[in-house]
């Protein structure tokens, strides 16, 4: 069975840094392109990451360009979200997805389309206040 687990959350004041990790288990990573996904108290879950199989690929959420790094290490089968310059509306939920298999979409690195998501870790919660 495929297995996502998100780690690395916390309490973070506006201006910092926190690193979110997704550890991956019963699959073969390098197949998977990952997303990273957020979800606030009464709003709908948004893509904010995602990442190709290999690496050589990001997508990132206009929201979060240029404070936010997505990579990736295929040997520990780790995904990492570096998350800069931090911003109280980036407070919510934080998980990470991998492809579906059976859909054959294993290596699309989309934001906009949850559904082609089809393992999700049980997130880890980032609090961004003063």
């Known amino acids: 069975q495929l297995q996502l687990v998100e780690s690395g959350g916390g309490l973070v004041q506006p201006g910092g840094s926190l690193r979110v990790s997704c550890a991956a288990s019963?699959?073969?990573?390098?197949?998977?392109?990952i997303g990273w996904f957020r979800q606030a108290p009464g709003k709908e879950r948004e893509g904010v990451a995602c990442?190709?199989?290999?690496?050589?690929?990001?997508n990132y959420a206009d929201s979060v360009k240029g404070r936010f790094t997505m990579s990736r290490d295929n040997a520990k089968k780790m995904v990492y979200l570096q998350m800069n310059s931090l911003k109280p509306e980036d407070t919510a939920v934080y998980y990470c997805?991998?492809?579906?298999?059976?859909?054959?979409?294993?290596?699309?690195?989309?934001?906009?389309?949850?559904?082609?998501?089809?393992?999700w870790g049980q997130g880890t919660q980032v609090t961004v206040s003063s």
């Open positions: 990442i190709s199989s290999s690496g050589s690929r990001t």
């Open positions: 019963g699959f073969t990573l390098d197949d998977y392109a």
């Open positions: 997805a991998a492809g579906s298999p059976t859909l054959g979409l294993v290596n699309v690195c989309v934001l906009s389309t949850p559904v082609v998501y089809a393992y």
